[in-house]
T-cell receptor, first 117, second 114 residues
Framework: NAGVTQTPKFQVLKTGQSMTLQCAQDMNHEYMSWYRQDPGMGLRLIHYSVGAGITDQGEVPNGYNVSRSTTEDFPLRLLSAAPSQTSVYFC????????????????FGPGTRLTVL | AQSVTQLDSHVSVSEGTPVLLRCNYS??????LFWYVQHPNKGLQLLLK??????LVKGINGFEAEFKKSETSFHLTKPSAHMSDAAEYFC????????????FGKGTKLSVKP
């Protein structure tokens, strides 16, 4: 199993450009999520999904869109990049126990380091 | 509402001495608590988790944590630090009502001196 994979590893954008960060998992996990990591802030949840066709907002959703058309993939779209979106982005996935996700560990991808100039 | 406070942003120890990383939590639900470790320029790896079973939880690489409900704490300990333990550590809370969403503390950077 490859686990959780993310592409690209690094990206530099200019203000106003759009792009999609890719995330895929091969563990048949129902739950997938996107976090951003900024120095001294820990990780903060952007968007999450509890299954194909179901998405919801996390703590810091503004400026980002997601969709979940398959169990395996959960892309994150930046609509119009801003310098405040310079960060490291992590995708994670998890599974449920009796329909509950909160008891189980999340498996994290290696991250995408994004710089917006 | 849930929150996590890591009481130290940076901890420095000598190799072979004990490690203590402190974490307090707040949760409206019976919480699930986790410690994750992040080595430089790497992703996050689960060290250990508490989900209402035994209050003393053992994890990988000799780490353990004790859930103390009366103190709302979940401190991470290791009897003897190794150079390879140098990393950033995150205390994380989840709960039955959170749909699995994780609330991260701001992290504690552990330095290990030879």
């Amino acid at each position: 199993n490859a686990g959780v994979t993310q592409t690209p590893k690094f990206q530099v954008l200019k203000t106003g450009q759009s792009m999609t960060l890719q995330c895929a998992q091969d563990m048949n996990h129902e739950y997938m999520s996107w976090y951003r990591q900024d120095p001294g802030m820990g990780l903060r949840l952007i968007h999450y999904s509890v299954g194909a066709g179901i998405t919801d907002q996390g703590e810091v959703p503004n400026g980002y869109n997601v969709s979940r058309s398959t169990t395996e993939d959960f892309p994150l779209r930046l609509l119009s990049a801003a310098p405040s979106q310079t960060s490291v982005y992590f995708c994670a996935s998890s599974y449920s126990s009796s329909g509950v996700f909160s008891y189980n560990e999340q498996f994290f991808g290696p991250g995408t380091r994004l710089t917006v100039l | 509402a849930q929150s996590v406070t890591q009481l130290d942003s940076h901890v420095s120890v000598s190799e072979g001495t004990p490690v203590l990383l402190r974490c307090n939590y707040s949760s409206s639900y019976s919480p699930s608590l986790f410690w994750y470790v992040q080595h430089p320029n790497k992703g996050l790896q689960l060290l250990l988790k508490y989900t209402s079973a035994a209050t003393l939880v053992k994890g990988i690489n000799g780490f353990e944590a004790e859930f103390k409900k009366s103190e709302t704490s979940f401190h991470l300990t290791k009897p003897s630090a190794h150079m390879s333990d140098a990393a950033e550590y995150f205390c994380v809370v989840s709960g039955r009502g959170s749909q699995g969403n994780l609330i991260f503390g701001k992290g504690t950077k552990l330095s290990v001196k030879p």
